[in-house]
């Protein structure tokens, strides 16, 4: 039988790179997309596909998701398998300075993605939400089968209208779709405009680090690797339209579609400052502290309830946040001299 093929939107993205490692190793035929945007250093992206690329079972293109047929050319000629679609503009903040980005990129790309999809049927496609779709929700942790109906970023909206489109796409065409919502997913090879990259090159430097809120927020921080087990395990949890419109308790399946929301997360919230305490353990070197009041857009807290991720993979991401961090610490040393 031929290799199974992946096509993977982002692939030279923090999360791209490490589940086109992980599907690589496993034996599939990854295609990537990735248009190495300079929404932050272009040399990280850059350095992650010539990894990928050492691998004969890889190829790329570089180019925008939301092309005008590109993602429709990509099904015709390579017809995947399975579809995981990580691409996209991130950032809560960076939405409320250029917040077009986010509806090129999150709103056009998708359907370009989901008309493709729509002419030639994965076997199951999987689509990145995020943890910020829960918006203004306060009670804690975070089901899937919450409403989430008030987004407080732009980013977010974003985020839960992909949902929303995909969703009408598998009921009306029967396309199997799996959306899977992150919880601050950090590691190796991370987003310099991620927390703990900004922390630990302050702090490596002596300079001082911004703590939003004055500290008060929680974060359900989710290793990377912890994460592309989750996503590798959830393509083979392919979505069912139920027959009978009955969806059991704490599933997140639709009762009309094919499609589903599964949280990917820790399932255990850490403090602003236990995070920071855990860069200082790395680094050997204690943090200057700029208390800040909270940003526009941001919440105060995030928890996964990962029950369902659980029972449909039988696997919860469990790694200690000081172990993450120490791995991170570790190769931004080696990666950056210091």
Same mark, same amino acid.
């Given at each position: 039988?031929?290799?199974?093929?992946v096509?993977?939107?982002?692939?030279?993205?923090?999360i791209?790179?490490?589940?086109?490692?992980?599907?690589l190793?496993?034996?599939?035929?990854?295609?990537?997309?990735?248009?190495l945007?300079?929404?932050?250093?272009?040399?990280?992206?850059?350095?992650?596909q010539?990894?990928?690329?050492?691998?004969?079972?890889?190829?790329?293109?570089?180019?925008?998701?939301?092309?005008?047929?590109?993602?429709?050319?990509l099904?015709?000629?390579?017809?995947?398998?399975?579809?995981?679609?990580?691409?996209?503009?991130?950032?809560?903040r960076?939405?409320?300075?250029n917040?077009?980005?986010y509806?090129?990129?999150?709103?056009t790309g998708?359907?370009?993605?989901?008309?493709?999809?729509?002419?030639?049927?994965?076997?199951?496609?999987?689509?990145?939400?995020?943890?910020?779709?829960f918006?203004?929700n306060?009670?804690m942790?975070?089901?899937?089968?919450?409403?989430?109906?008030?987004? /407080?970023?732009?980013? @977010?909206?974003?985020?839960? &209208? $992909?949902?929303?489109?995909?969703?009408?796409?598998?009921? =009306?065409? #029967?396309?199997?779709?799996?959306?899977?919502?992150?919880?601050t997913?950090?590691?190796?090879?991370?987003?310099?405009?991620?927390?703990?990259?900004?922390f630990?090159?302050?702090?490596?430097?002596?300079?001082p680090?911004?703590?939003?809120?004055?500290?008060?927020?929680?974060?359900?921080?989710?290793?990377?690797?912890?994460?592309v087990?989750?996503?590798?395990?959830?393509?083979?949890?392919?979505?069912?339209?139920?027959?009978?419109g009955?969806?059991e308790?704490?599933d997140?399946?639709?009762?009309?579609?094919p499609?589903?929301?599964?949280?990917?997360?820790?399932?255990?919230?850490?403090?602003?400052?236990?995070?920071?305490?855990?860069?200082e353990?790395a680094?050997?070197?204690?943090?200057?502290?700029?208390? /800040?009041p909270m940003? @526009?857009?941001?919440?105060? &807290? $995030?928890?996964?309830?990962?029950?369902?991720?659980?029972? =449909?993979t #039988?696997?919860?991401?469990?790694?200690?946040?000081?172990?993450?961090?120490?791995?991170?610490?570790?190769?931004?040393?080696?990666?950056?001299?210091?």
């Amino acid at each position: 039988m031929p290799q199974p093929t992946v096509l993977v939107t982002g692939s030279s993205g923090f999360i791209g790179y490490f589940l086109c490692a992980r599907l690589l190793a496993d034996g599939f035929r990854v295609i990537g997309i990735d248009n190495l945007s300079d929404y932050y250093d272009v040399t990280l992206k850059e350095r992650r596909q010539a990894m990928l690329l050492q691998n004969p079972g890889f190829a790329v293109v570089n180019d925008d998701i939301e092309s005008p047929g590109r993602m429709m050319s990509l099904f015709e000629e390579h017809e995947p398998d399975y579809v995981i679609h990580l691409a996209g503009q991130a950032g809560v903040r960076y939405s409320i300075d250029n917040p077009r980005s986010y509806l090129e990129s999150n709103i056009t790309g998708t359907f370009e993605i989901l008309e493709a999809a729509r002419a030639h049927p994965p076997r199951h496609m999987l689509f990145a939400s995020t943890s910020s779709a829960f918006g203004a929700n306060t009670e804690m942790p975070y089901r899937e089968t919450d409403k989430a109906d008030h987004q /407080m970023s732009f980013y @977010a909206a974003t985020k839960k &209208a $992909t949902e929303n489109m995909a969703h009408s796409y598998a009921h =009306l065409f #029967g396309l199997p779709i799996t959306m899977f919502r992150f919880f601050t997913v950090y590691g190796p090879w991370g987003r310099p405009d991620m927390a703990l990259f900004k922390f630990t090159k302050a702090i490596l430097k002596g300079q001082p680090i911004d703590v939003y809120n004055y500290g008060d927020m929680k974060r359900d921080f989710t290793y990377v690797e912890d994460l592309v087990q989750a996503i590798r395990l959830l393509m083979d949890a392919v979505p069912e339209r139920p027959g009978d419109g009955v969806v059991e308790e704490g599933d997140s399946l639709s009762p009309v579609a094919p499609h589903r929301v599964v949280n990917i997360g820790n399932n255990a919230p850490v403090q602003l400052t236990d995070y920071i305490a855990a860069i200082e353990a790395a680094t050997g070197q204690t943090a200057q502290r700029n208390l /800040m009041p909270m940003q @526009a857009g941001d919440v105060p &807290a $995030t928890w996964a309830d990962t029950a369902l991720l659980q029972k =449909l993979t #039988g696997y919860c991401p469990q790694t200690d946040v000081k172990d993450g961090v120490a791995a991170f610490v570790a190769w931004y040393r080696e990666y950056y001299g210091v």
